[in-house]
Nanobody, 124 residues
Framework: QVQLVESGGGLVQAGGSLRLSCAAS????????MGWFRQAPGKGREFVAS????????VYSDSVKGRFTISRDNAKNTVYLQMNSLKPEDTAVYYCAARRSWSRDTSANDYNYWGQGTQVTVSS
């Protein structure tokens, strides 16, 4: 079984920064790809960013491009999301997810494993 645990969420003022972490356990992720999604109240799950586990290929949504950076630490089995210049519209529950093979597809339906989510709230 694969377990994904997010951390690092919280309350921050607009223009500030947060760094989210996703720790994976129970499985080696050498053949997996990782993604970050978010869900605001009353809305569907939205793609944020993804990264291949083996190489450095990355994909970002247009709404976060230039502000957010996804990265990984293979030795720690951990994926990060550095969020800068945060806006109130970034407020959501952020989820870490994993899929069995890398793709630039941004659909949440293609991801097999999900964390429990961490709340990010950006105040005006």
């Amino acid at each position: 079984q694969v377990q994904l645990v997010e951390s690092g969420g919280g309350l921050v003022q607009a223009g500030g920064s947060l760094r989210l972490s996703c720790a994976a356990s129970g499985h080696t992720f050498s053949s997996y790809a990782m993604g970050w999604f978010r869900q605001a109240p009353g809305k569907g799950r939205e793609f944020v960013a993804s990264i291949a586990w083996i190489d450095d290929d990355t994909v970002y949504s247009d709404s976060v491009k230039g502000r957010f950076t996804i990265s990984r630490d293979n030795a720690k089995n951990t994926v990060y999301l550095q969020m800068n210049s945060l806006k109130p519209e970034d407020t959501a529950v952020y989820y870490c997810a994993a899929r069995r093979s890398w793709s630039r597809d941004t659909s949440a339906n293609d991801y097999n494993y999900w964390g429990q989510g961490t709340q990010v709230t950006v105040s005006s």
